[in-house]
Each structure stands twice: as structure tokens, then as C-alpha cells.
């Protein structure tokens, strides 16, 4: 099977969905495997990418009519039935039917485009993921194909964000493997769904090294640095407040914070900072592709970057701070204790105290050229794209697909 096809929500369109593939997509192109991407959405902007892979048609692109036809059979498949079964109706009818509209817009798009076997591979272990499954059970060219899929953050710990995936057993069931992004990911699909354990082994993303800033420190400054999305679950307004208040305590410090990122918060983040102490900078760069960031990274000496997120998977961000040489601060929430670590930084509760930034603070600062060093190998020892996937495309080239009929009963949550 020369062919590999992922499905990607929006991945090579807009300019800030899915960036961190991009550096899979590099690796990828240059295996010598037949790499086509098949977004879910479009957009406008397309970003640069290998001129060798090949971009089909969005999932959403099929016809009105056909849409139509796919939302109103639903109700007759008692998938549909069972998986709204149970506590918290709103809830499962409203993802539920979302989830499952969007598998069979992928099933109905796979059974158009898949004409000999193949590996088909989704980004996330959501709909795209179910659409797999349900178009294995129904056409003969997909049970010769194999079916993989990544897991992230919210596909993994949806609980967490109130989020209701449907069929989670079944598409398991159906699925040749599972690749969580983190050992924790791994964990909690594992103790959800014992009988597939074996399917599921974390396989962790990457980035390409970002070239070390050369610049040292400035003596009595602390320049911190974030990266995300400004929403309410990454929690921006309490890395502000945190730094904030460690300006006021430090008066002899000059400190400074730069973040990378725009979202709904923006303008309230913004309306914030202009209140701050004297020895206190802000830098709100709101979005900033990839590229730039490494660039920046690369030119100035950040001394520490911060991460306070309520959850998380593997975040790209800390890999970035990392293969920088910048220590990070970061919570201990989903799969940031494996990348945050003695030594990479300090992790801290979920529910931050100011307390904990300060001691965090402080230590990274009193260990910063040791933690500069053993950041950079640590990186490379884990999160290095070249090496991560190389290895993983290896893999999934040699997964055998099973195509027993003893799959295809009906395994309903």
C-alpha cells in the first residue's frame, strides 16, 4: 500500500487550524509513500505545502442534495438510536447527531474516492475517525484497507470539555490502531475500553528543531513568553495575572511578557494590560504563523515560557519552547507531565496559586543554563519530527489490516 490518505479538518486551508501538521506533512512527503490530504473544510487561504502530496476535494464539497439524503437516513440506522440512549439527552442528541452526520459524510465520500486498498488516517479520532469504521462494515475496497487514527486533546478527554463523541467502542472495534499523542491519552482509552488496549500505543507528534537564540540573558530581566489560542479554557487572563503580580513584587526586575495568539478573549486581554506596573512590558502579537514564531524564537532569548491551560493533549507549543531552549511553567493537566519535567521546566496544580508561579518562577530562573541544555536533549530525545516520523510512517506501513467477519457485528456503546 503506496497510498496513504488523511483526513484532516482543515489542514492545508486557513492559516491558523492545524499547523502543527505541517511538519508531519514535510516528513511524510519525503517517505516515498503517496501522501493525499482530504480536508473536511476550505477556506481561501491555502498554506505553503510539499509540492508532491495531493489535495482532494473537501469532505464538505458533496453536493446539497446528497447532504440532505445523509442527514434524513439517521433516524433509520439504530446506531443512531443507541448512542442517545442514557443520561444527559441534550447533550448526546445534539454531538451525537453531529458526529454521526459528519461519519456519513465521510463514509459517502470514501465509498467515491477509494478504489484499491490503501491507508486511510484521521488526524483525530472523531467523526472522521466513525466515517472509517462505518464504511468498512459496508464496502469490500475499505476492509482490504488499513484504518488508523490519531488521538489529540478533546477526541481523547472529551469528557473534560463536555464534549459527546458517539460509537467510541464501535469505531475501536472496526479500526486497525489507535495513536494517542500522549501516554495519558493512552491511558484513559485503555482503562475506557479494555478490549481494544491493544490497538491503542501512543505515538508522540513533533516539530523540526528551531535553531537556539545565541543571546544570553539580560541580568535583572525575566522575559516570559506563551503561545495560543486566547479562549477560555488555555486561560490567558491568568497568565497575565500571574506575571503581573510577579512585576509588582519584583520591582527591581524589569519583566516582560510577549504571547503568540488571537482568539475571543483578545480585545478583553488587551483591555487588561493597560494597567500594569512600571517594570512590566507586553507584547500581544495575536496571530503569528508558525514560521515567524520560530524565527523570533530563534533571534531572542525568552527566559521562560508559560502554559496554564484547564486541559490539554501534548501541547506544539511547549515542543517549540523546547527545541528553543526555553524551560516552561505549564499545568498539570492531560499529557503536560510528560513533556514538562524536571528537566524542562515546572509543572504546577491545575488550580494555580500565585504562590506556585513565583516558586516555579524562581527556580527556573536560579537552574535557566542548565535547563537551557537539558530542554534541547530532551527534545530531541522525544519530540524530534524527523525522528518521530519517520518511525511512525514506517509503522503504519506494516499494520496488517483485519478484515475477520467476526468484526462487523454490532458493537453498540
Not at 518521530?388 to 454490532?410: C, L, R
Amino acid at each position: 500500500m503506496n497510498d496513504i490518505y488523511i483526513f484532516t479538518n482543515s489542514y492545508p486551508y486557513t492559516k491558523s487550524v492545524e499547523v502543527f501538521i505541517e511538519d508531519e506533512i514535510k516528513v511524510a512527503a519525503q517517505s516515498g509513500y503517496n501522501i493525499i490530504i482530504i480536508p473536511t473544510n476550505r477556506d481561501r487561504i491555502i498554506r505553503e505545502h510539499p509540492e508532491n502530496i495531493t489535495i482532494l476535494p473537501c469532505l464538505n464539497d458533496i453536493g446539497i442534495i446528497h447532504k440532505i439524503i445523509l442527514f434524513f437516513m439517521m433516524p433509520f440506522d439504530r446506531k443512531f438510536w443507541s448512542m442517545i440512549k442514557g443520561a444527559g439527552l441534550s447533550k448526546r442528541l445534539f454531538y451525537g447527531t453531529k458526529y454521526l452526520y459528519g461519519a456519513y459524510i465521510t463514509r459517502y465520500y470514501i465509498k467515491r474516492t477509494i478504489k484499491s486498498p490503501a491507508i486511510l488516517y484521521s488526524y483525530w479520532f472523531s467523526y472522521t475517525a466513525l466515517g472509517l469504521a462505518l464504511a468498512k462494515e459496508s464496502n469490500n475496497v475499505v476492509q482490504k484497507c488499513t484504518l488508523i487514527s490519531r488521538g489529540h486533546g478533546y477526541d481523547v478527554f472529551s469528557n473534560s470539555r463536555s464534549i459527546y463523541i458517539p460509537l467510541r467502542n464501535y469505531t475501536l472495534s472496526m479500526i486497525d490502531a489507535l495513536f494517542p499523542v500522549s501516554d495519558a491519552g493512552t491511558t484513559y482509552l485503555s482503562a475506557h475500553y479494555p478490549d481494544h488496549s491493544a490497538k491503542i500505543k501512543t505515538r508522540r507528534l513533533g516539530i523540526l528543531p528551531i535553531k537556539t537564540s545565541m543571546k544570553e540573558s539580560v541580568p535583572e530581566t525575566i522575559s516570559f513568553v506563551s503561545c495560543s489560542s486566547v479562549i477560555k479554557l488555555k486561560r490567558v487572563d491568568l497568565i497575565l495575572s500571574m506575571i503581573k503580580q510577579y512585576s509588582e513584587n519584583h520591582r527591581n526586575i524589569n519583566v516582560s511578557w510577549t504571547h503568540f495568539g488571537y482568539g475571543a478573549l483578545y480585545n478583553q486581554i488587551k483591555k487588561a494590560c493597560e494597567n500594569i506596573p512600571a517594570n512590566m512590558k507586553i507584547n500581544l502579537n495575536g496571530f503569528t504563523n508558525s514560521n515567524e514564531i520560530h524565527k523570533l524564537y530563534s533571534e531572542n532569548a525568552y527566559d521562560i515560557f508559560v502554559n496554564l491551560s484547564t486541559t490539554e493533549g501534548i501541547p506544539v507549543s511547549i515542543m517549540e519552547a523546547l527545541s528553543a531552549g526555553i524551560p516552561a511553567i505549564a499545568t498539570d493537566v492531560g499529557g503536560n507531565c510528560e513533556i514538562v519535567c524536571d528537566a524542562t521546566g515546572v509543572l504546577v496544580p491545575p488550580n494555580v496559586k500565585y504562590s506556585d508561579f513565583e516558586v516555579a518562577t524562581d527556580k527556573i530562573i536560579e537552574n535557566h543554563s542548565t535547563l537551557k541544555s537539558s530542554t534541547i536533549k530532551f527534545f530531541n530525545e522525544y519530540y524530534n519530527a524527523e525522528k518521530n516520523y519517520k518511525e511512525f510512517y514506517k509503522e503504519i506501513q506494516n499494520i496488517i489490516p483485519n478484515i475477520s467477519q467476526e468484526k462487523y457485528h454490532q458493537v453498540i456503546e
